[in-house]
């Protein structure tokens, strides 16, 4: 449980266990007569990642995110947060946790030092450390000198940096973010992505919900990718990319060799051991760029092209998107 600090806030919980969340055989059933929205899901979040949740609409997402933080019962399966049944704890767990909502929801005509300062006497703080620690984490989100403006004359990038410095009020141990950096100019989401790294060296849990696949590849250390109420994939980025059929390959640069003339660097690339397919990607300047396929040793190229009477210059693994992966595993259709 949480402990109470002289100055009248809740103090930090101890520290989380390994494993921050642990969710087990998780169903949900609506209705008693209707489908299940979630169908016997497993994974567990380790303390201080930054753990993915992807999948299409309907696919059983929000409802994961509302058993862990307590706001749906599950109809069967088991969560733990820090140790804690989201079931039968639901004050020591929502103590835990924060959530930084899709929408955004401050009170607009108050300025940041208010809100944070009203949701910081929510949480227990006396009227002195309610001022310090919001004064700290507006810091902390680069909005420093504008605690005292109004948020209705914030842009969205300042409004969604504030709803996470009041997410970070308690000192939350996991952060679960959903679509943080849905219509962001791009530097207001690099810089939400720079605080979402900086929680994580700081120790916090970070869960993400997200269509950007470019995000989730940035961020997060593993993805689950759930779909129809069921986890379907579950690994590193890089481990999610493996799972493309006939995508694995090299990109390589090449130049003719001196004194070399009539070389056809896509056939001689087409001709190295494992290489299925070679493309020219392209050709100027006395450079050729080509990509090929297949089950390739990459160690064989250079004697291949050599023989061809062509130079390595470059050489890269050529890996199919996270975006690749995403439709590959659930599918084109829209719903």
Request: with cysteine; charged share 25%.
């Amino acid at each position: 449980m949480s402990t109470v600090t002289e100055s009248g806030a809740f103090g930090p919980p101890p520290p989380v266990a390994a494993d921050a969340i642990v969710v087990e055989g998780l169903r949900k059933r609506y209705r008693t007569d209707g489908p299940e929205a979630v169908k016997g899901i497993d994974f567990r979040v380790a303390q201080g990642e930054i753990f993915g949740l992807l999948g299409p609409n309907g696919a059983g997402k929000t409802t994961t995110i509302g058993v862990i933080t307590t706001r749906v019962r599950p109809t069967g399966g088991r969560v733990l947060v820090d140790g804690l049944d989201v079931t039968t704890d639901q004050v020591a767990v929502k103590l835990r946790l924060a959530i930084v909502p899709q929408r955004p929801n401050l009170d607009r005509s108050l300025s940041a030092l208010e809100n944070l300062t009203f949701h910081a006497a929510y949480f227990g703080f006396s009227r002195k450390a309610r001022r310090e620690r919001a004064l700290e984490l507006l810091e902390q989100v680069g909005l420093k000198g504008r605690e005292d403006d109004r948020v209705d004359q914030y842009s969205g990038g300042m409004a969604q940096r504030l709803i996470i410095a009041r997410a970070l009020i308690h000192r939350p141990q996991i952060l679960i973010l959903d679509e943080p950096t849905t219509g962001l100019d791009p530097q207001s989401r690099l810089f939400l992505w720079d605080t979402m790294r900086d929680l994580r060296e700081r120790g916090t849990t970070l869960i993400l919900t997200t269509h950007d696949m470019a995000e989730a590849d940035q961020l997060c250390d593993r993805i689950a990718i759930v779909d129809h109420g069921e986890v379907i994939a579950l690994d590193t980025p890089r481990g999610l990319r493996r799972l493309l059929p006939g995508e694995q390959g090299v990109e390589v640069v090449v130049v003719p060799r001196a004194g070399a003339a009539g070389t056809d660097p896509a056939a001689t690339l087409g001709a190295a051991p494992g290489v299925e397919r070679a493309d020219v990607v392209t050709s100027a300047e006395g450079r050729t760029t080509l990509r090929a396929y297949g089950a390739i040793d990459a160690a064989g190229l250079v004697p291949a092209l050599a023989a061809g009477g062509l130079d390595l210059v470059e050489l890269r693994q050529l890996e199919g998107s996270l975006e690749e992966v995403f439709v590959h595993l659930t599918g084109r259709e829209l719903r």
